[in-house]
């Protein structure tokens, strides 16, 4: 079945304690990228991929970082998480620009 | 913000009646998309338009494209409760992979 898997579902974590959250999708996709979504503020871009170790920043980059050494892989990294990155986060993937994202079913992260 | 907005922000019908949820956006586009979300879930894909098209059919759904006042629109025919979910537009400005997603409008379908 096509589809991007996000691991893990929910995490709850400390200040400060790193954190990686994994992407992969089995689709061949060229195209990655990560949202955050919070209430009122709708899904904001993190990160973005076109292409093994071709990544670029979205509006929301600081305080975390990404890593495409593999096409099918895209890991968020959250070095010293802070409390304002609680939120629910999702990896997607196309096969080229301008054609419809997969979603993965999210990760809500909990900062404490 | 490169944000788009959309509205309403809720919309609540009867089953059977016509659901139209409208986004706006600030930049010339390459192409618009809409996507449904299933409470807290992943985003699900619907359709797609590019620039240069005006309207866009899928089963129930209807999409129009004014790109001279930088509008969407999103109409599903003969709503179902199934169909309760929340809306967002999403766009991209061609210059690469960044997209850009409405605030999104919550529809509920009540049986």
């Known amino acids: 079945e096509a589809q991007v898997t996000q691991n893990p579902r929910y995490l709850i974590t400390v200040t400060g304690k790193k954190l990686t959250v994994t992407c992969s999708q089995n689709?061949?996709?060229?195209?990655m990228s990560w949202y955050r979504q919070d209430p009122g503020l709708g899904l904001r871009q993190i990160y973005y991929?076109?292409?093994?170790?071709?990544?670029d920043k979205g509006d929301v980059p600081e305080g975390y970082k990404v890593s495409r050494k593999e096409k099918r892989n895209f890991p968020l990294i959250l070095e010293s998480p802070s409390p304002n990155q609680t939120s629910l986060y999702f990896c997607a993937s196309s096969s080229r620009t301008g054609s419809g994202y997969t979603f993965g079913s999210g990760t809500r992260l909990t900062v404490v | 913000s490169q944000q788009g907005e959309e509205d309403p922000q809720a919309l609540s019908i009867q089953e059977g009646e016509n659901a139209t949820m409208n986004c706006s956006y600030k930049t010339s586009i390459n192409n618009l998309q809409w996507y449904r979300q299933n409470s807290g879930r992943g985003l699900v894909h619907l359709i797609l338009i590019r620039s240069n098209e005006r309207e866009k059919h899928s089963g129930r759904l209807r999409v129009t494209l004014d790109t001279s006042k930088k509008s969407s629109s999103l109409l599903i025919t003969a709503s179902r409760a199934a169909d309760t979910a929340s809306y967002f537009c999403a766009y991209d400005r061609g210059t690469g992979n960044q997209f850009y997603f409405g605030t999104g409008t919550s529809l509920t379908v009540i049986p």
């Open positions: 689709m061949n996709h060229e195209y």
């Open positions: 991929s076109m292409n093994v170790e071709v990544t």
